[in-house]
């Protein structure tokens, strides 16, 4: 049983833990491989004892800096970190002050520019300089996904204050995102997020990202676990109760984390740093670990077992052990080599194993569990839609949100309808759609007869608009190379009168090869590139990736084909779709008709 005992040890003594519940079981086991490109071999023989020597240290205020001797051929992120401590900007309210800066001053001033640039992130804040200058995105942090309508309501005024410049996105980490937000109101709306619950905290960059879980927990009648306890004492620890946790808020890059709570994987454990795996050992549940999923430009890696089982309780004893073991060893080179797998391939698993094992509480780590009780030939069911809920005469309602966008006033009628149908609650889920659960069933009918559900967020998509998903792209995003959102409506609505698909197809965008839009699990993906057109002219274009597989059986996607042109797309999904996915074209349903 997770407890707030169990999370008040590993945090400082200022903290007050939030509290927790536990538990069910089932049977079954999840498979997780290496996927393409390979991994390098991994590490044999002895490793030296010097690369076992932690690279960082504890410094005055409570920062890990890294030492002296290990501050050679560092990327420039590393440099920008070592300049000036970005989470200074929280802990010692320097956001006030940077706030009051106008831009033309802030960039005036390396300091003060890579302030805005690089160390906003650490508080949630990312610079839109390229598309949107002086306009930052706000990421938040929402454990499991669940939101309430009084949390959606604030994020609504902060976005309505900003016209056009203002939306929000569901982010593939059942997350927030809020753009157009300006410096000068970033403390106040800093403060309205906490009066509400929120925190935009050590959102980005160098730190842990949105614990991810099972979105219909609590309400699920075949859930394994309810994971929201123990998302919800991840992100108290991660953040110390959103006091700033400066503990791991320098490791060599970003690190994600899920607990898996439904035979569906809705929760996506291969592409995670640390995937939870609900497992009983000695009659007594936990968690088998797998460790070092990850997507990035030059490689993407599915996780691995690291035969170790925990205990519900040491949920976040675990986490931190495996956190502080990246954080001390981890590389800070080549920014394209230093998630926590590329760690993992160096010293090998056993030895990385044995650097947890160190650092957990009494020294000890069991082995995992001979068996998850994930079963493996469940079919993963769909959301979307109307579904009974395991407390008799409520229903959760799945709602499609098309590519993640949300204006200010969905996000107003959103709460209104969860106050007014439900209890005040939405779950946010990994594939950008939004669930409304707690539903009496009496009022289902009046639920789906609202204006928002028949023209906006339709709880029966068509099956590809329902599995589309896409990244911010060029409208906003700095790295993004192709315009994603309105392109991936686009394409999917031109197949969709070409060809007609016997089952969902998951489709996902993404506008560059940092793949937030995680092509690589995809059915299939389009990845933001630039190529020459037939008139040797340079246009948007897109590398197709195809075979991503989310459950038991997770593969991570091949290429396909590169640089295709987006102008060219509609006709080769269409051929797609009918040679590898049963579609038909919709020519011949006529003719058969």
Known sequence: MASSASLQRFLPPSSHAATASSSRRRTGRARAAVSMPPSSPPATGEVPAERLEPRVEEREGGYWVLKEKYRTGLNPQEKVKLEKEPMGLFMEDGIKDLA?????????????????????????????RKHQYGRFMMRL??????????????????????????????????????????????????????????????????????????????????????????????????????????????????????????????????????????????????????????????????????????????????????????????????????????????????????????????????????????DKTWERRDYLGVHPQKQEGLSYVGLHVPVGRLQAADMFELARLADEYGTGELRLTVEQNIVLPNVSNERVDALLAEPLLRQRFSPEPSLLLKGLVACTGNQFCGQAIIETKARALQVTREVEKRVSVPRPVRMHWTGCPNSCGQVQVADIGFMGCLTKDSDGKIVEAADIFVGGRVGSDSHLADVYKKSVPCKDLVPIVADLLVERFGAVPREREEDEE
Not at 100 to 128: S, Y
């Open 100 to 128: 009051k800066i106008p831009m033309e001053e802030i960039d005036a001033a390396k300091l003060t520019k890579d302030d805005v640039d690089v160390r906003l992130k650490w508080l949630g804040l990312f610079h839109r």
């Open 141 to 374: 942090k929402l454990p499991n996904g669940v939101t309430t309508s009084e949390q959606t309501r604030y994020l609504a005024s902060v976005i309505e204050a900003y016209g056009a410049d203002g939306c929000a996105d569901v982010t593939t980490r059942q997350n927030w995102q809020i753009r157009g937000v300006t410096l000068p109101d970033v403390p106040a709306i800093l403060d309205g997020l906490r009066a509400v619950g929120l925190t935009s905290l050590q959102s980005g960059m160098d730190n842990v990202r949105n614990p991810v879980g099972n979105p219909l927990a609590g309400v699920d009648p075949h859930e394994i676990v309810d994971t929201r306890p123990y998302t919800n004492l991840l992100s108290s620890y991660i953040t110390n109760n959103s006091q700033g946790n400066t503990t791991i808020t320098n490791l060599p890059r970003k690190w994600n984390v899920c607990v898996i709570g439904s035979h569906d994987l809705y929760e996506h454990p291969h592409i995670n740093d640390l995937a939870y795996m609900p497992a009983v050992k000695d009659g007594k549940f936990g968690f088998n670990l797998l460790v070092g999923g990850f997507i990035s430009p030059k490689r993407w890696a599915e996780a691995l077992p690291l035969d170790a089982w925990v205990a519900g309780d040491d949920v976040v004893p675990v986490c931190k052990a495996i956190l502080e073991a990246y954080r001390d060893l981890g590389f800070r080179g080549n920014r394209q080599k230093t998630r926590m797998m590329w760690l993992i391939d160096e010293l090998g698993m056993e030895v990385f194993r044995s650097e947890v094992e160190k650092r957990m509480p009494n020294g000890v780590l069991e082995r995992a569990a001979a068996e998850d009780l994930v």
